[in-house]
């Protein structure tokens, strides 16, 4: 084949290849410049991991006495509200020693009455026997001077001091009685009294006793792990339920060792959680960061000289606070499956901060009402014992106590 029969053959194959390696190589450095600057602009100022979860608090219902349980009042997966009873035990045996402990209130208060109006009776003793030694001296001073004349025998006369030695005697022995009974009510008020004190603590400790057989729900929230059973003897501390709060679960992220050095507290953070996909997204913020990585806090901890470790990039875990208004919209629940971008644009401040709270992070008022229902009931018990008032004072007194017990089902 001649030379010009070969040329137009080369150009054909060369032409084109020349274009599309121009495109391709055009289209390489497009998108290559493209990134640099969403990588200078936005991309380098964000973190993100998959490696995330729902975590939250989990409230256990633990009894503080001791009973046999004779009422449930929710089940698993069911909401309760915050108050609203749980676990009803027996109240009988609780009954029986608040009954009492009433009972012996009254007693020491009526015994303590006695012991104020018997110093007075004393004191009134004092003074008849210091009235009864004065006459007997006055006596013995006449006898006296008539006694140098003739006038009275030496018998009366020592009648006269015997008089006065055994009036000396009756005023000391009536002013000791009344030391010894003013020693058990000095600086004191009847409510003030020791003995008073201690019958209406045992009251007290009686009354929280039996608002106890009732175990309310401190927190509003889902119940889960109900391990209780009708007729179920049970003991202090044992785990009966659980109630989880779910619109103040939080997020858990573990974030690799590089991917730390630029985060700090306060930064914003967009996540998404698998069960809704990526079109719902919730917004957060960081509020801490673990003291230690998860293998540090492991039940059988990373130890180079056991042989058990492995050199490998570790995670640290760090909590992100989520918007209240994006669970309410879209509710979570513990141990769910997050994706997390947290924005480190901003990086002011310590990476380790030491922030201090001034209220408690987490508090509950159900049972504060039992302290007052003890104190009024203590108060109810004394005022109807310490006037006698009658009738009308047991009324109100047993009105008061019939407010006062607890709330079951």
Same mark, same amino acid.
Not at 4 to 13: C, D, L, M
Not at 101 to 118: E, K, S, W, Y
Not at 179 to 192: F, I
Not at 237 to 244: D, Q, R, T, W
């Given at each position: 084949?001649? /030379?010009?029969? /070969?040329?137009? !053959?080369?150009?054909?194959?060369? %032409?084109p290849r020349w274009r599309w390696l121009s495109v391709s190589a055009a289209a390489f450095v497009l998108v290559a410049a493209a990134y640099t600057t969403y990588w200078a602009t936005d991309g380098r100022y964000h973190e993100t991991t998959d490696d995330a979860y729902v975590d939250g608090n989990v409230v256990q219902i633990t009894p503080q006495i001791s009973g046999t349980v004779t009422q449930i009042g929710a089940d698993d997966t069911q909401f309760v509200r915050r108050g609203e009873p749980l676990v009803?035990? #027996?109240?009988? #045996?609780? +009954?029986?020693? @608040? #009954?009492? *402990? #009433?009972?012996?209130?009254?007693?020491? %208060? /009526?015994?303590?009455?006695? @012991?104020? *109006? !018997?110093?007075?009776?004393? /004191?009134?003793? %004092?003074? =008849?026997?210091?009235?009864d030694l004065e006459m007997a001296q006055k006596d013995l001073a006449r006898r006296e001077k008539l006694a140098s004349s003739g006038a009275i025998s030496g018998e009366e006369l020592q009648h006269?001091?015997?008089?006065? $030695?055994?009036?000396?005697?009756?005023?000391l022995a009536a002013r000791q009685q009344l030391? *010894?009974?003013?020693?058990?009510?000095?600086?004191?008020?009847?409510?003030?009294h020791p003995d008073v004190r201690d019958a209406a603590s045992a009251v007290r400790s009686a009354y929280l006793a039996y608002r106890r057989t009732v175990l309310p729900a401190p927190v509003s929230g889902f119940?889960? &792990?109900?391990?209780?059973? @009708?007729?179920? $003897?049970?003991?202090?501390? =044992?785990?009966?339920?659980?109630? %989880?709060?779910?619109d103040e679960v939080w997020v858990d992220a573990n974030f &690799?060792?590089?991917?730390l050095a630029s985060m700090r507290v306060g930064q914003p953070v967009t996540l998404t959680a698998d069960l809704y996909g990526g079109s719902v997204r919730y917004h957060g913020r960081v509020e801490g960061f673990g003291a230690g990585t998860g293998s540090a806090f492991a039940l059988l901890p990373a130890q180079n000289a056991t042989g058990n470790w492995i050199k490998i990039v570790q995670r640290v875990p760090v909590r992100i606070a989520l918007d209240a208004r994006d669970l309410a919209a879209h509710p979570l629940q513990i141990?769910?499956?997050? +994706?997390?971008?947290?924005s480190i644009r901003d990086r002011g401040g310590p990476r380790l901060p030491e922030v201090t709270r001034t209220a408690p992070a987490y508090s509950t008022s159900v049972f504060d009402s039992g302290d007052r229902g003890a104190e009024a009931r203590v108060r109810a018990i004394i005022a109807a014992n310490e006037s006698g008032a009658g009738r009308a004072s047991s009324r109100a007194q047993h009105a008061l106590l019939a407010v006062e017990r607890p709330r079951g089902f």
């Open positions: 084949m001649s /030379r010009e029969n /070969r040329a137009p !053959t080369a150009s054909f194959w060369s %032409v009803q035990l #027996d109240p009988a #045996d609780a +009954k029986v020693a @608040l #009954d009492e *402990a #009433d009972a012996q209130l009254a007693r020491t %208060v /009526r015994q303590v009455r006695g @012991l104020f *109006a !018997t110093t007075e009776q004393l /004191r009134a003793a %004092v003074e =008849i026997r210091e009235s006269a001091r015997d008089a006065v $030695r055994s009036g000396e005697a009756a005023l030391a *010894a009974n003013r020693a058990q009510v000095d600086g004191t008020t009847l409510e003030d119940v889960a &792990k109900r391990n209780v059973q @009708l007729g179920e $003897r049970v003991s202090p501390g =044992i785990p009966l339920m659980s109630v %989880v709060p779910l &690799k060792e590089p991917q141990g769910l499956s997050m +994706k997390v971008d947290v």
